[in-house]
């Protein structure tokens, strides 16, 4: 695939943080006296940004009562480390790969800043990226803002770049604006739903991934 730019998420794409993510929002939400979901419900809404997922959780929620669960859920969260044995096996390499080609790469995740900033430098992925874009300093997936202000950083076209994720709202965001995309079957949403976001591949493992992205 001939791209000059490869734009990744992050939660469920280069880091094994799906569970723990889910588990946080459990836990935040539940000590607050809202109701247990299905551990589904808490796993699909992975990739918004907290507001939206937030929102499709608990539908109603004040802004004071928002702001409670986001507190608790960043103390949940926070306790533990991002690191680099939570990197997918061969993602840091395939990474290198890319930038030794000459490739840009970059992120573009639900996370927050504060938590994005902390998961670049503790997993050891901070230096691969030229430039990093998150749902609280823009608008959430699957609007396709934080794509746009990527391509204009790098003064390309849409089709000049990839956007590869484990979540309808990365292949959806990138549909929006005609950018190709690949969907990674190791984080949220399986085959059948990705397939519906009409990406240009679909990739079970790193190395399949690996060629797809011509490395």
Known sequence: MN??????????????????????????ATELGYPALEREAYRDIIGLGMVEALETLYP?????????IRENYARYFF????????????????????????????????KSRRGLERALV?????????????????RSKPDPAMLQEILAFYRIEPTEAVMIGDTRYDLEMARRIGMPAIGVEW?????????????????DSVAELRRVLGL
């Not at 990744?8 to 946080?24: K, M, R, Y």
């Not at 680099?84 to 573009?108: E, I, K, T, Y």
Request: charged letters at 25%; one cysteine or more; proline letters at 3%.
């Open 79 to 110: 306790s533990k480390v991002t690191t680099p044995h939570n990197v997918f096996d061969g993602m840091a390499d395939l990474l290198s790969d890319l930038r030794r080609m000459g490739r840009g790469c970059s992120v573009a995740t639900g």
């Open 3 to 28: 791209v000059k730019v490869v734009i990744f998420d992050w939660d469920g794409t280069l880091v094994d943080s799906v569970e723990h993510i889910a588990d946080s929002l459990h836990q935040a």
């Open 187 to 203: 984080g949220v949403h399986r085959r059948d739903v990705l397939s519906e976001y009409d990406p240009h591949a679909i990739v």
């Open 122 to 138: 503790t997993s050891g992925l901070g230096p691969h990226f030229d430039i990093t874009r998150c749902a609280d300093e823009t």
């Open 60 to 68: 109603g929620l004040s802004q004071e009562e928002m702001l409670a």
